[in-house]
């Protein structure tokens, strides 16, 4: 059976699912057009995890995806975290509030309890993503037990392997040019290896599907993943212009007024793709302090994006963003299937 059977989907179209970006109604949207919606619930507490379940399934009965963090859930370091703090307050100063005394773990992992696994139970979406690595075994024999696909992202030869070995049904090929948290286990050292030769490489080393993440904004694009080996792709950039999606204002202003991004790990402390603003430029510098562990650094990132956007300071925003952001097009996500399907035919 091919992968688009499986998924009991028409185009092999992906929404990336993206934490704080993601609503029902744009999942629904790609999945009542035949992509695969998703949603992002890695920053949701679990009442809002099962409303926008719930809320989706309200408005499609086509398949979508549920996506989870599975981050190790690491000790805070008191002296990193002093030093990190230091570092900031001048830029908290500048809107008028003082840099907090301590940081929060605000993202639970899948990882750490069963409560999400639970809810994806009872709520049967038809696949379910981990980004950050790979569920426990026996999170993973549940899912298999409940024939929900399971997706894990990779961004080298090495955890595409694990992802294998672990049971898991299919691999999202995250390549550098990807907008958002780069899905690295862990590590400190990042291959940062272009989604083209990454979809080469595990489709040749794998033999579970592939899916190809980074960098793919037309159906001409997508074609030369698919020849490349991928069985679908996935978008995320692509779609967070769309009405629907729930990126405020000055994100969306600055995705085509300011198209050029970087990655950094100084807004939550772990590399992420985004558009290039006062992080990259004021705090990201070569001599800063070494940031805090994922995601108590994003904690302090939020507090300061909330104080300077109160005073219409909004250059502290983690607008994540693809590196191929400037080809960005202004279509709603229906019309951005169907076009990405039109593009992918003439390109056969
Ligand atoms: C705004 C945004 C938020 C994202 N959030 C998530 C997330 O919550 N979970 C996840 O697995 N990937 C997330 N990603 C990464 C995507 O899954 C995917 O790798 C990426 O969007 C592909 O690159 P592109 O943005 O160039 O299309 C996010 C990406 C963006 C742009």
């Known amino acids: 059976m091919s992968l688009l059977e499986r998924l009991e989907i028409k185009h092999p179209f992906f929404l990336a699912p993206m934490a704080g970006v993601s609503t029902p109604a744009l999942a629904a949207e790609v999945s009542n057009q035949g992509g695969l919606g998703s949603l992002g619930l890695g920053a949701s507490s679990i009442t809002a995890a ?6 989706t399934q309200a408005l499609t009965d086509a398949p979508f995806q549920v996506n989870f963090f599975c981050h190790d859930s690491q000790k805070l370091d008191r002296e ?5 703090l230091d570092y900031l ?3 908290f100063e500048r809107f008028n509030v003082s840099v907090p005394a301590e940081l929060e773990c605000i993202y639970p992992s899948f990882l750490d309890n069963d ?15 981990f980004h950050f690595g790979i569920p426990n075994a026996h999170q993973i024999t549940t899912l298999k037990a409940a024939g ?12 595409a392997q694990a992802i294998e070995a672990a049971g898991i049904d299919m691999i999202i090929a995250q390549g550098i040019e990807a907008g958002g948290h780069r899905g690295i286990f862990n590590q400190h050292i990042d291959s940062a290896i272009k989604t083209s030769d990454l979809v080469q490489l595990l489709s040749k080393k794998c033999d579970i599907p592939v899916i190809a ?17 991928a069985q679908a792709v996935q978008l995320g950039t692509a ?39 006062q992080w990259h430029t004021e705090i990201d510098l070569p001599l800063r302090p070494a940031v805090p562990a994922y995601p108590y650094t994003y904690d302090l990132a939020k507090q300061l994006h ?37 593009e992918l035919s003439q390109t056969q």
């Open 213 to 229: 993440a980074g960098g793919i904004m037309t159906g001409v694009q997508a074609r030369q993943m698919l020849q490349l080996g």
């Open 89 to 91: 307050a001048p830029q």
């Open 115 to 129: 409560d999400f696994l639970n809810l994806v139970l009872e709520t049967r979406p038809k696949a379910v993503s």
């Open 80 to 84: 990193i975290t002093a030093q990190w």
């Open 148 to 159: 929900i696909l399971t997706m894990v992202s990779a961004t080298n030869l090495p955890e």
């Open 306 to 342: 909330a104080a300077a956007s109160q005073q219409g300071e909004h250059g502290y925003g983690a607008y994540w963003a693809g590196s191929n952001v400037a080809q960005i097009r202004e279509l709603e996500a229906a019309d951005l299937i169907n076009q990405l399907a039109l």
């Open 239 to 277: 779609f967070v212009q769309c009405k629907s999606s729930n990126a405020n204002a000055a994100y969306r202003k600055a995705l085509f007024n300011s198209p050029i991004t970087q990655i950094t790990d100084s807004i939550s402390g772990r590399p992420a793709r985004g558009l290039i603003n």
């Open 50 to 55: 099962r409303g926008q379940i719930l809320a």
